[in-house]
């Protein structure tokens, strides 16, 4: 344990914000939960009361007493917001995406090392402990399938689906398959919000593997999904449950009739053992560790630069279909 709590705030206390507001005021071991800034007044002074800390009026008032800060504002104002806090010497974790843009990404990354400062960018999915044993059982994948489905949110969003949702399962993909994307082919629909709500990306890497990966935030059910065939095995994660099942062919036979022929497969199914963690819980905790000198950032900024180029490659993928400019993120 530190001899002291390391001090961090949050900025930003919407829906995610606040989940970050929460678990930081039990991480008691390791976090001083020094405070939270919005531009909302009443909410930052709600989100406040709850968690028994302090709100401020001003964010580099804040700034000025924290150690690290997790950025949960809209993706327009990641890179504004980030580049304030490392400037202000303090520690940042920015929610996913790192930001609008590779230039973005790149210069908040080549900050925060010139600063000498932990910059990790908030992939909660890499936490979960079934992402965790995913990574330890896959090896050389042909087929990675993702489907990452969920219902309507009535709310401003300033991105589409692919940064929303899918960008998850093209990060966990691209820490599978450890090759470089050499063609990217994508769809997406408008239905209710300014953005794509519905999408299909599929990636073909430089070792012959093949990715594809489906997002929508319109379904009638919550589904977190991802297979995963390589040789001998076929792996399924079901990433709410946690559970992975590995599928092994046993035998297989055809049986003639005389009205029909009948296949036959038998498998065997073996059941990885998970650790269920929560994965938010986990990752402010590393954040801290990192802070304090115990962990060192499990992925590199490099690797959150490649996620980006491939989510914003499946966004022009989209736009060249539908007939919207850019990576059309809303400023």
């Known amino acids: 344990m530190p001899e002291s709590r390391i001090k961090i705030g949050v900025i930003g206390v919407g829906r995610m914000g606040t989940y970050h507001a929460n678990v930081l005021s039990i991480l008691n071991h390791y976090v001083d939960f020094v405070g939270v800034y919005d531009i909302d007044l009443d909410r930052a002074r709600t989100i406040a009361t709850k968690y028994n800390t302090v709100s401020y009026k001003k964010v580099d008032d804040l700034?000025?007493?924290?150690?690290?800060?997790?950025?949960?504002?809209p993706t327009r104002a990641h890179y504004d917001v980030a580049k304030r806090a490392l400037e202000a010497g303090v520690h940042t974790l920015v929610e996913k995406p790192i930001a609008c843009s590779i230039e973005e990404a790149t210069a908040l990354?080549?900050?925060?090392?010139?600063?000498?400062?932990?910059?990790q960018v908030g992939h909660v999915e890499r936490f979960k402990g079934a992402v965790i044993e995913l990574k330890k059982i896959v090896h050389n994948p042909y087929l990675v399938e993702a489907r990452r489905l969920s219902p309507w949110m009535n709310k401003d969003w300033d991105t589409g689906v692919v940064l929303d949702l899918m960008i998850h399962d093209i990060d966990i993909v691209?820490?599978?398959?450890?090759?470089?994307p050499v063609h990217i082919e994508a769809a997406g629909k408008i239905i209710k919000?300014?953005?794509?709500?519905?999408?299909?990306?599929?990636?073909?890497?430089?070792?012959?593997?093949?990715?594809?990966?489906t997002a929508s935030r319109l379904s009638e059910i919550r589904l977190r999904r991802m297979t995963v065939s390589q040789k001998n095995g076929f792996i399924l994660l079901d990433f709410e449950s946690q559970d992975i099942d590995i599928h092994r062919r046993a035998s297989a036979s055809f049986y003639v009739f005389p009205s029909e022929i009948t296949y036959k497969q038998e498998f065997i199914v073996e059941k990885v053992k998970v650790q269920k963690e929560n994965a938010l819980k986990e990752e402010l905790l590393h954040f801290a560790k990192c802070i304090i000198g115990e962990e060192?950032?499990?992925?590199?900024?490099?690797d959150?630069?490649?996620?980006?180029?491939?989510?914003?490659?499946?966004?022009?993928?989209?736009n060249k279909k539908i007939g919207k400019p850019g990576h059309y993120i809303s400023t």
């Not at 691209?174 to 470089?180: G, R």
Request: charged share 25%; glycine share 6%.
């Open 63 to 73: 700034l000025s007493v924290a150690d690290g800060v997790c950025i949960a504002v």
């Open 109 to 119: 990354i080549e900050l925060a090392e010139k600063m000498g400062l932990v910059f």
């Open 174 to 180: 691209l820490s599978l398959v450890k090759s470089k």
């Open 193 to 213: 919000s300014k953005y794509e709500d519905v999408a299909t990306a599929v990636l073909q890497f430089e070792n012959g593997a093949i990715a594809s990966i």
């Open 296 to 302: 060192e950032l499990i992925v590199k900024g490099e």
């Open 304 to 318: 959150d630069i490649k996620t980006l180029e491939v989510t914003l490659r499946i966004i022009e993928s989209i």
